[in-house]
């Protein structure tokens, strides 16, 4: 059973840098304990040496009082004020709304209502989906007033609310954008009003939620709203029937003008988590748990698809309730990378009384500037980070039809299941139906950890237990170290090795890599379904990550049309393949086909005969096949699977050394690799669902070695380490750390 959880600020430190560490505990032990370990692997597979995990001293390592910290999910936007809000008796609010999941619960669009003192006003969206008006005085008046007519769902529809505190008389009107097919017409009624504001200070305006209780000075958010929210305005006076019916369409109305208290342009500043009041009174907000922006708005004409081209039409945001950026745990020990640790995986293990122990894991690279070997391993941990917390298993029966099998509910599974609060993963639906877009390390994620799904962090320690069992010495470094320091911190190293499912590539990413090649670097690109989707690190929030799943791939949601640009960066989404990066110009291979079912085995092409390639047969037995055996399918080639092809732009002189054979109809072609459907597409009849092992020189004297699958890691623990898999993959290692350079074959 598990019931501790935690994570760290940082996903990477260097020698002198601190990592704070954060720890809840659900369960009944009063303590916990802590102690630093080295992960040389990561699945305790009883058909491996298990999960081998080294005791390394540290300072933190002792008991600590167990904790409950919560984790408080939902988006809104929040402005802070001593004095605007509280000065407010006649006011009109406006906006645009596109509400995406109603008739579950009130949800409260905007306004200063307090819930625990029953003191302020909303703007709110009932279970019957009528907007609705509420106020109270905090003294225990409480009013409230509806419109008849219901809103509808992801359908765009101006809403107002006038309230006059002297007359005491709220006005409510809602007017649809109608098309074509629409009938809903406009509504504005009148209703008389008994409570009022009272006279309790209100510092706080929330937009898609309201103030629900406070705990330790944090303010804690409530009825949050599912939706799109369009030009918020709120202005100091109220406005008639008529008035506010005309304010859709535009109309002047002049003390409007004369009575602005803000006026917040979602079009601003896309990029960030701020919210610009562009009233000149400087009511600026900022938003929690970071909603998704760069949405198109109510005024999206369809004819320009990029926002920075043309922002006032992205003037929306998309809050969700269950969005999550940053858990807020509070630190409980922390830790300073000594000078004298090793580069390396590594992880503070928690345990406690009745529970399964919890790992947090960080990686150590070495200092800036310098390394300790010549060989760098790159963890995915971008990739890590887009599966963060995934729940496929439990609400989607792909899952369970691209297993082709039962699935099977690990502890963590049943954990996430019970415990939504925990944040989805870029695979994962919000609770209205749209995709996750945005996917934080900064929370408990339960698979980075030890034993978790094979084509994630979880595959690659096998590859980290391959290089300590072969005695190799290789620095660790990560993603997003990669992205920050771009090619200056592959410069001193000889050979990078990837793992064995680096999906999820930034374009600096990229380009550090293309430049190492090209300086006469080497790679090893030891997995299979990799640089896949661009991918977006956020320019000023750490650990957050952003993927637009545009236009085509394998993929279990689609943006919406004309939302294909990401918010953080500006870039165009969806797959490299369609931004004429294929994987195939920089690995020689790219994503071709797909399977979990089971595994299959390779055979020598004629490729493999030139003397280009003979170091990396040398000591493998040629007449036969190699790979029928893993961890995972029982083969070496299996889960996702990449292959060579000119027409992609593998370098034609590239050399093919292996290809992938005889497998089953479980593993189906790619969706991207045909235009029409058809029904050949299982392995069984479709040439192009193959893995091709593929070796070329590149101009400098680097070179790439590429295996295409993600099974390819899980094989090298078969007997020890001691087979062709294994020695195939030293090979290569060995000559890639041979300063010799390449030499480029001569041109046909």
């Not at 699945?43 to 600590?64: I, M, N």
């Not at 170091?615 to 190699?626: A, E, L, M």
Request: aromatic share 10%; net charge negative; proline share 5%.
């Amino acid at each position: 059973m598990r019931t501790l959880a935690g994570y760290a600020n940082v996903l990477s430190a260097k020698p002198g840098d601190t990592i704070e560490f954060k720890v809840s505990s659900m369960g009944d032990a009063e303590r916990f304990s802590a102690r630093l370990v080295r992960l040389i692997t990561t699945e305790d597979h009883p058909s491996t040496a298990g999960l081998v995990e080294r005791p390394v001293e540290a300072p933190f390592a002792k008991d600590y009082p167990a904790r409950l910290q919560p984790i408080y999910t939902g988006s809104y936007g929040l402005v802070m004020d001593d004095a605007a809000f509280s000065e407010l008796g006649d006011f009109t609010f406006q906006a645009w709304l596109w509400p995406t999941l109603l008739g579950s619960r009130v949800q409260t669009v905007a306004g200063t209502w307090d819930e625990e003192h029953r003191h302020g006003f909303a703007i709110q969206i009932d279970e019957a989906d009528r907007l609705t008006f509420l106020i109270g005085d905090g003294n225990g008046a409480v009013s409230s007033a509806n419109l008849v007519v219901p809103l509808r769902e992801r359908r765009w529809s101006f809403v107002a609310v006038s309230y006059s505190a002297k007359q005491q008389t709220v006005v409510l009107h809602q007017s649809p954008a109608r098309d074509i097919g629409d009938l809903d017409r406009p509504e504005s009624r009148l209703f008389n009003i008994s409570a009022g504001l009272g006279d309790l200070v209100q510092t706080s305006f929330l937009i898609a939620g309201h103030k629900a209780s406070s705990r330790n000075g944090l303010l804690i958010a409530g009825g949050h709203y599912n939706g799109k929210v369009d030009s918020p305005k709120l202005h100091a006076c109220a406005l008639g029937v008529e008035e506010i019916s005309s304010l859709r369409d535009g109309a002047e109305i002049s003390r409007l003008a004369e009575r602005a208290v803000a006026d917040w342009d979602f079009s601003i500043d896309q990029g960030s988590d701020v919210i610009r009041d562009v009233s000149g009174r400087g009511l600026d907000g900022r938003l929690i748990n970071m909603p998704t922006r760069a949405m198109k708005g109510h005024n999206w004409t369809g004819k320009v698809h990029d926002w920075r081209s043309a922002p006032k039409e992205y003037g929306a945001i998309h809050f969700h309730d269950d969005d999550l950026y940053d858990a807020g745990w509070s630190t409980d020990f922390t830790f300073t990378v000594p000078d004298e640790l090793e580069s390396g995986v590594y992880a503070a293990r928690l345990d406690a009384r009745n529970t399964s122990p919890a790992y947090v894991i960080f990686f150590v690279r070495p200092p800036r500037a310098q390394a300790m070997s010549k060989a760098a391993y790159l963890a995915s941990t971008a990739t890590y980070t887009a599966y963060a917390n995934q729940r496929l298993i439990a609400r989607d029966p792909l899952d369970e039809m691209s297993m082709g099998a039962l699935p099977i509910f690990g502890e963590d599974d049943l954990f996430l299941d019970e415990h939504p609060e925990y944040g989805k993963s870029l695979y994962d639906l919000h609770t209205d139906g749209s995709g996750v877009c945005y996917s934080s390390r900064l929370r408990p994620v339960l698979n980075i950890s030890p034993n978790a799904k094979y084509w994630s962090f979880g595959g690659d320690g096998y590859l980290t237990g391959w290089l300590d069992a072969s005695g190799i010495s290789a620095d660790v470094i990560t993603d997003e170290d990669l992205h920050n320091e771009g090619e200056s911190i592959l410069a001193p190293y000889q050979v990078v090795l990837t793992g064995c499912h680096p999906e999820y590539i930034s374009e600096a990413m990229w380009d550090a890599l293309k430049t190492h090649l090209a300086r006469g670097g080497r790679l090893m690109y030891l997995g299979g379904n990799g640089f896949y989707w661009r991918t977006a690190f956020h320019p000023t929030l750490p650990g957050l990550i952003e993927v637009r799943r545009a236009e085509d791939g394998s993929r279990t949601w689609s943006a919406e049309p004309g939302e294909y640009f990401m918010s953080s960066t500006g870039e165009y989404g969806g797959l490299w393949r369609r931004q004429d990066r294929t994987p195939n110009q920089l690995l020689g291979v790219g994503f071709c086909a797909q399977g979990f079912q089971s595994g299959s085995y390779y055979q020598w092409s004629p490729g493999s005969n030139d003397p280009r390639a003979d170091f990396i047969s040398k000591g493998i037995t040629r007449d036969g096949v190699f790979g029928d055996y893993g961890v995972a399918g029982n083969g070496a080639a299996g889960q996702e699977l990449d292959r060579f092809d000119p027409e992609l732009g593998s370098p034609r002189h590239a050399l093919v050394i292996a290809s992938s054979t005889n497998h089953t109809d479980y593993m189906v072609v790619a969706k991207e690799e045909f235009g029409a459907m058809h029904w050949m597409i299982g392995g069984s009849e479709n040439k192009n669902v193959r893995s091709d092992i593929v070796f070329f020189e590149t101009a400098g004297g680097g070179a790439m070695f590429s295996v295409g699958s993600i099974s390819w890691c899980m094989s090298l623990p078969v007997n020890g380490y001691d087979n062709d898999v294994s020695r195939m993959t030293r090979n290569v290692l060995e000559r890639f750390l041979d300063p010799a350079p390449f030499s480029l074959p001569n041109a046909p």
